[in-house]
Every structure is written in C-alpha cells, then in structure tokens.
C-alpha cells in the first residue's frame, strides 16, 4: 500500500535545530496522548460523573430518572465509547510507524495480541507520569470531538448535503475555469488546498482530474486524514458515534446514539487503482510554501481564512504561490478562529475589509463570481435541535498578470 | 414612580442570618463592580488589543490594515463603549436605592455633578481593591453582552420576528385557554412567568389582563429589567450598540456598529397609567415558590427547563404550585445550561425523556398542542453571517384534577 501523504513538519516548527526536533517530538506525543485517553476521559465524563449527579439526587427524583430510562441510555454510551476508542486506536497505530522514532513500536496489524497494546499503552502513560506530564491536555481532548464530527462532514452519507453546498460550487468553478484544459491534461494543472482537514475535498478536485495537494497544520487531522485515505479498504467499514457527547438539544435517544458509518467511498481504492495525482503536506500554510514562487494554477480555501492570526499573510502567501493569472476560489465564512482564545490576539477583517484588503493584495475580483446568498452549517448534527448556519460567501480573485510591486505602497 | 418589583433575595439565598446576608451582598457588588467596570474591560478587549495586535505586524501588514479602515474601525468602537457604559451606569444608580445599605450613595438623579459619580466609583473600585477583589469577576463580564442581546430582544423592534416566534404561541395558547373568562375579569388569573429575563413576556401577559409575575434568577437580569420598565419614561430614548463585541462573521463595519433602539414600548407610561396587575420576583424558582400550594392558575415556562441542574425538581414546583386543572404552557429548547460548565453537573434530558417525566409527574400533555416545527433565533444579530436556529417545542400541560400521590411510587 501506497501511502500517498507527505508529512513535513506537521506543527510549522523546523527540525533543523534538535531543541525544535525534541519540541516536535513532545507535541506529537500530547497528540498521541489525547487519543489514548479519549477512552478514560470519556467514561469519565460522559458517564460517570452522571451517574453520580443522578445518585446524588433525593431518592424519589432518582427513582424518576431511572424511571424513565436515563441510566440504561448512559450505560449504552459508555459502550459506544469503546467503538469511537477503538478507531482512534487504529489512528494512533496506523500514524506511529510515519513518526521517527515511533512513539509506539508496534502497528496493530504486527501486533500478536490485544494485551501487546494494553501494556504498550500503559507504558507509554507511566512515561508521561514520570516526566510529569498530564495524562492528556484537556484542550486536546475537546480536538477528538472536532475530529469525529468532520469525519462525519467529509466522509459520511450524513455530510453529504454540506458538502453539496460547500465543496460542489468550489468544484464546479474549477472545472469550469479550465475548461480549456481536457481532461487528459488535467494533471498538469496545480490546486492547493490549505486547511485541508480531513482531506474530502482536495481529493475530489484530485479525482476530477487536477494534480492536488492538501495542506493541514493539525497533527490530530493529518493523522486522521492518513487513516482514512490510506488504511480503509471498504466502504462504511468503520462505525463512529459522533453524537453521544451532545446531551442538548437532542429529541430522542436514538438520535443521540446513532452511528454514522464511514467512509462513504474508499479513497484506498482509488489509491490502489493508480490515482497519484493526490498527496498531502503537514504544516503551517504560510511556512510551508514560504519558497514557492508562481508554481500553483489555482487555490482553494474552504472555511479557511478564518484561521488567520494575520490575514494580510494569508493574502499574500495565496498571492505569490500563484501563477500570474491563476485563480484563488474562495468559500466560507469569517469565524476567526483566534477571537475568542484568551492570550491570543489576531486581525478579524469584515467580508467588506477583507474585500478592499484582496484587491489591495493584487487580485482582481470577479464581481460576477461573487455569491452571498450559500447557507450551509459545517459538521452539523442533522437531528440537533439547535442548527448553526453559515450565510458563507463565494468569490474568485485573479493574480493580475503584472506584477505588483507591495514594497512600494 | 411606583416600582413594581419585588426584589425579594435575589440569588436565592435566603437573607435570614447574617453570614447569607453578607454573602448577598457580596454577590451584589460583585455584579455592581461587572456594570461599572465594563467600559474599562471592553476598551481593552475591543479596543486596545487590537491596535497592539496591528502595532506588531510587519510594517507592510500593518500599512495595508491602516488602508482599509480598520483602526478607523476600532476608534468608532471607542466611542460607542462610552454608550454601552452610560446605560450601565444608569442601571447601577437606579437600582443602588433598592439595596439596603445602598452600594452607591447617590442615584444618578440626585448627583450634582458628573464628577460625584466618577469620584464614587473610583471609591468602589478602591475598597474592592483594598479587601484584595478584583476590580470584576471575568465570567460575570460576559453576561453584559447578554444584557446587550436581551435588550434586543425583549425590547427592541429587531427583536420583533424572534418575539412573534415564540411570545406568540405562548399568548395565543392564554388567550383560548382562558377564552371562557371575560378580558375584564382576566386579572382574577394569576400567571407565573420563571426565568423571566428583562420581562417583555410577563408584561405582555399583564398587558392582556392576566395577574402575571416574572420570576428571575440572575441580578444582571433583575436590575436591567428594573430599570427599562420602571425607569425609561420615552419609547426609544436609548441607543445600544450590541454588536460592537463581535468582530467574526461581519459583513461590514455598518452591521458592526449599528445602534439599535430601546424600549420599543413604554412599560413605564403603562404603569403610569395605573398598570398594577404586573410585578417581578427575584431569587430561584425553586426556592421562591417552595411554600406556593395550587394557587397559580398557569405557569409559563419559555427558554427556561434547560437551566435546571435537577428539572424533576423544577417539573415537581411547577405541579404543586398550580391549581388542579392548572394549565404549563412551555416552548424553548434543550440547552442544558450546565452541560459544558467546568465542575458543575447536571441531569440533561432528551425532549422524549422530559416528556414521559412530565406525565409521570402528574401532568396530562394535551398531544394536540404540541408543536414541533417552530424555528426560531434566540438574541439573534440579524445581520450576523453565523445564524442559530433553534428547533423548538412548544407544549401544554395540564394538573390532573385528581392529585398523585408522589411519595406513593
């Protein structure tokens, strides 16, 4: 099996230096870590400490609460946790063998038994309590969340309605754009695709013919993206449960304990079959392609920009990377990701700002590209009783073909 | 004026001995020290942040954000603050003659000059100072930008669309229920409003002749309601600006800074008019009404189950307060306030859960009424390009004639 990403420097950092190697090497193992523990802190939380808030209840509202089957429900969750733990144990295996040194030294497949992996786990915890190290940040563990509800966004019958809103339109324009282009010779047209997340829609553009790369700063999404693009063999062969960690607003039972079963195609396959117009790249967007120069046909943000601490970075990097006259398609909103992080501080522009900013930049907008009218929800519980919508913007920007000299504004 | 609140132990804590009174009145300047201390929080965090952040980018970053406005931007936010503040201030000194041992010494009114309340409040923050507080309490710094939304909401015409949506059903449900008793004898029929918030519904209830009190728990809501419906004597007589606080999905710096206008009804003139059939009661619903037996001819319930730590309790205070055949009138959400609350824990139940729990508690659920397909915001910024829609139940419960025996089970 082919493994078709190229994991360079997942966290941004350089391993030139070895501080910044070791660095690396303890930011990868915290990741680790929170998928280990997704099993205990799970239990904990979901279950546990609600048992024990049902417990502590007087007698007669305890006895309502079993009574009307909330504890049959809680002891249905902790099983369904086993389930989630279970795939995010295939993640942490099927990744160790990528990292140098591997934080874990067998893969699941060579291992000779279940209790090989219980004891490996354990070790590598006692490691973590003897550096004085928490078994798991607790931020990190709220990131597992993030990552089964995109596994539901990008591989899942359930995300594929969002995806018709979000990722069709993006497809569409470029298909449409290089409509010159036959399909034959497809593949010598570049699209990058910074914040790639789970990989689904740098793949499509890569099965519409276009050579494609994904670019993604998350180790936890770069090592789930790695799974389920190269370690599925089948479709739906994998059951998550997504929804046992919402208890608002939620109708029934069932809609709470429902799986999803992914992936709903089998990139594996088309791996398999030749497809080597597709790869991935670890790191953050601005570093990594820091030395490309007018090499990419076109770019594609996705519900990206918003990650910006500096947009005006973000701008510019889109603009240099470009060929002159290639495009930038953009779809998504303005959540600024860095807003409302205590100690951190970022640049959030309005639609309007940033408009004024691109041109400035050196693009030119195509007025006509512009929609405002796209509402899609991103990673929505479809049965939730609360719905996030997105009024998400959708433009195309041009390089100009003269280049604009920024220095000498 | 005639104040028609019923400031009665406020965080339900009761007032009888004199630790709990001292506690109380911590509790209060803490929520006082959050009014007067946001011009100078949100200065920093809107304002000041900000600009640091744009000192410190790149200078080339730095010249293309001057371009498109953005400081220009920050500078409008400034001034606005000074808006937001001057109607907390207002609340502070209208409320301060309702505490024994008035936390401030003068009301606003009474002040000869601006520069008593400067000196005053300089003097508050100085004792807080002194006995090692902090100047506010961080959390209690976001519930001024909920005042700011329930403003919107309860008492503005952009808050008209969320109010039909589900005031509506709610009046309309009173309306017929009651279609027996003639309007002019409507005020023999007493309707509890819990979780009353800024007390448009409740006033809308007395408006239509009902006897009606809003219950609330929260000072922040308590003292804001006080003051928009016993003190603001025009319709429209204040501009807020909301929006200022939120810097993601923003179209443009219009929709950002927007004002909007409040009250768009006037409860003072009403009162004035010899409106006495309205009050409002502050403290926890369950502690509030633990010694109400069957006098309440309906309880409205709206947003309000889910901030319930045990809702068997708040479903048993609302069956032994109502009078047989008592009719529940309830439509919100299912939110559990106290889900994702670091250290606290509480018994979420789905929408079917709750609703066998309400049958086994005694009530009979008319099935004809229920409605399921109410969408609706809630203290929506209309022009956000990030919508919540909440799926809302609506719902009416009736006490059975026959009393059940609880204890029997």
């Given amino acids: 099996m082919q493994s078709l990403q190229e994991q360079s420097c997942g966290n941004g950092h350089s391993v030139d230096e070895n501080d910044d190697y070791e660095l690396e090497k303890q930011a990868i193992n915290d990741i680790v870590a929170a998928f280990l523990y997704y099993k205990t802190y799970s239990s904990k939380a979901l279950v546990y400490n609600r048992l024990k808030q049902i417990d502590s209840l007087p007698e007669s509202h305890r ?69 004085g190290l928490p078994p798991a940040l607790p931020h990190h563990l709220d990131k597992l969340k993030s990552i089964l509800n995109s596994f539901v966004r990008d591989w899942s019958d359930e995300g594929a309605r969002e995806r018709e809103l979000t990722y069709t339109p993006v497809l569409q324009a470029l298909e449409d754009i290089f409509s010159d282009c ?13 914040g790639a997340g789970l990989g689904r829609l740098a793949f499509e553009i890569a099965s ?14 770069l090592m789930s993206s790695n799974y389920i693009l190269n370690h599925c063999k089948e479709k739906f062969e994998i059951n998550i449960y997504p929804f046992i960690h919402q208890f608002s607003n939620v109708l029934n039972t069932e809609d709470q304990l429902r799986p999803v079963s992914i992936p709903d195609i089998s ?19 601005v570093q990594v392609y820091q030395d490309d120069n007018e090499i990419w046909d076109a770019v594609v943000t996705c519900f990206f920009i918003d990650t910006a601490k500096n947009p005006v970075h973000y701008l510019e990097t889109i ?49 006509k590209s512009i929609k405002m009218d ?10 939730s009783m609360l719905k996030y919508i997105y009024n998400t913007p959708f433009f195309i920007a041009r390089k100009k073909e003269v280049n604009m000299d920024l220095a000498a504004e």
Same sequence: chains 1, 2.
């Fill in 208 to 221: 519409r013919g276009f050579t494609c790369q994904g670019n993604e700063f998350s180790y936890f999404m």
């Fill in 63 to 131: 006895k309502q609460i079993v009574q009307i089957g909330t504890i049959h429900k809680l002891k249905a969750i902790e099983k369904l946790i086993d389930s989630n733990y279970s795939l995010f144990l295939n993640i942490v295996y099927q990744n160790s063998i990528i990292f140098e040194d591997g934080i874990l030294k067998n893969d699941i497949e060579s291992s000779e038994t279940v209790y090989d992996n219980i004891k490996e786990i354990s070790e590598f915890f006692s490691l973590r309590r003897s550096k």
């Fill in 319 to 367: 603009y240099k990377i470009l060929k002159k006259g290639g495009v930038w398609i953009n779809i998504g909103p303005l959540l600024w990701h860095f807003e409302d992080i205590p100690g951190e501080s970022s640049v959030e522009l309005t639609f309007q700002e940033l408009m004024v900013l691109i041109s400035n930049v050196g693009f030119s907008v195509d007025i």
């Fill in 374 to 383: 796209i509402q899609s929800p991103y990673s929505e519980n479809k049965k």
């Fill in 267 to 285: 990139p594996f396959q088309s791996f398999n079959n030749g497809m080597n117009n597709f790869s991935m790249a670890g790191g953050d967007f």
């Fill in 182 to 194: 036959p399909v034959s010779n497809r593949s010598s047209l570049k699209v990058l695709v910074p």
